[in-house]
C-alpha cells in the first residue's frame, strides 16, 4: 500500500539521501525524520512539504502523488492545491470550477 512514509523513503534513496543529510536540508531533527520514515508522526506541516518537494526535486506526477497521500492521511486539502487556492484573487473563478 502507498503511504507518505513509504513513498518519502523509496524517494530518499532514489536520490541517495541518507536519514542525518536529508533531515539537515530540509530543517528537522534526524529523529523526527525517522518517525515520519517509520510512520509514527502524521505527515510534516505544508512549510517542510514544501521543502521536501523542492530538494528532492519531483516532477508533476511525483508532487501531485506526494501531496495526496499526506492529504489522505492528513484528511486535507493536498498542499500543491491549497497554495494554489490561498494566493488566488479571484475567488469567484474557484467558486465557479468547483460547481462544475
Do not use: H
Not at 60 to 83: H, M, R, V, W
Amino acid at each position: 500500500m502507498d503511504t507518505f512514509s513509504n513513498f518519502l523513503k523509496s524517494e530518499m534513496t532514489r536520490n541517495k539521501y541518507s536519514q542525518n543529510k536529508f533531515a539537515k536540508e530540509i530543517g528537522v531533527s534526524s529523529y523526527y525524520l525517522g518517525q515520519l520514515i517509520k510512520g509514527e508522526k502524521r505527515p510534516p506541516s505544508r512549510e517542510i512539504q514544501n521543502k521536501i518537494v523542492e530538494i528532492l526535486n519531483f516532477d508533476e506526477t511525483q508532487k501531485s502523488k506526494f501531496y495526496d497521500l499526506i492529504a489522505k492521511e492528513k484528511n486535507d486539502i493536498p498542499s500543491d492545491i491549497y497554495n494554489e487556492i490561498k494566493c488566488s484573487n479571484n475567488w469567484n473563478e474557484i467558486r465557479r470550477k468547483i460547481k462544475e
